[in-house]
């Protein structure tokens, strides 16, 4: 497990399954009202942290802090734009 | 400039010696996530005008077979990461088949997804039948577009196996793995 690609590929396919499962749960009903857009928020965020993983660790980024930094920048910033035409939604 | 300033220019890095592999690469990956980033913008700002419709639309569509999907790809990615390593040491043959596998997973990503056009061809869902199939078809297709010519790279590189030569071709594919995780969760995920 100090393999950062073993690391990487173990969190990608854990926080994959746990988005899986909460779409499914939301849409089966398990989730009502304004918990249905914290469930939505929790799904983009998920995305995110995976976006993040794979520019690091599959992409190399994290020996390229410069590049790692502006990629994330970028990257934080659009979330929370598709975060927000989420919500507007 | 003085013997001395040419020496010191010389030595001090660029901060684009800084980024991994190929420059031109990342400039085509940077590309592609400028235009998927803007079609998913456009999805969610669609989405705004019918949110109900929207909804309806997706549960039409196959969430664990999407989930079973990235799970393919983000395994293919790894696959693909561990023959760049391999190749950075020198042994050809694990490369090799590590891009194979690499691959093969690409091969059934596609063959689910052709699974899933099928069923909604027999549900006689088109890409005219609402907004959100306008999206669906048209951001899923060009990402299955691009597993196809990820697959070719792939296999081109395993064909050539030269380190920096793998390193670019596999970054191509992590790109197409980036783009399908910020495309899972708002086409396939988000309620």
């Known amino acids: ?89 | 400039m003085t013997e001395q300033s040419q020496s010191s220019s010389a030595e001090t890095p660029s901060v684009l010696d800084e980024l991994p592999g190929d420059l031109m690469m990342w400039v085509l990956i940077i590309s592609e996530l400028l235009v998927f980033g803007a079609g998913l913008g456009a999805f969610l700002g669609v989405r705004i005008t019918d949110p109900e419709g929207f909804s309806a639309a997706q549960d039409h569509l196959f969430r664990a077979g999407a989930g079973l999907n990235t799970f393919v790809l983000v395994t293919s990615g790894f696959l693909a990461a561990l023959a760049s390593r391999a190749a950075h040491l020198g042994k050809v043959w694990r490369t090799r088949a590590m891009l194979l596998a690499a691959a093969m997973l690409g091969v059934v990503f596609l063959i689910i997804k052709g699974v899933e056009y099928a069923g909604k061809y027999a549900q006689g869902i088109g890409v005219e039948t609402h907004p959100f199939f306008t999206f669906y078809y048209l951001l899923t297709g060009f990402h299955a577009a691009h597993v196809v010519f990820g697959i070719l790279i792939l296999g081109i590189v395993g064909y050539r196996c030269a380190p920096r030569t793998v390193e670019v071709g596999v970054a191509f594919w992590h790109m197409v793995d980036l783009v399908w995780v910020l495309l899972f969760p708002v086409i396939y995920l988000l309620r």
């Open chain 1, 1 to 89: 497990m100090k393999d950062p690609l073993i690391r990487a590929w173990i969190g990608l396919v854990v926080l994959s399954a746990l988005s899986t499962v909460l779409s499914v749960a939301v849409a089966h009903g398990a989730l009502s009202g304004a918990m249905v857009s914290v469930g939505g928020a929790l799904i983009l965020t998920i995305g995110w942290v995976k976006a993040r993983i794979i520019l690091e660790q599959y992409l190399g980024l994290a020996q390229a802090p410069f590049w790692r930094r502006g990629f994330e920048t970028v990257l934080a910033f659009y979330m929370l734009g598709l975060l927000g035409l989420y919500l507007g939604g």
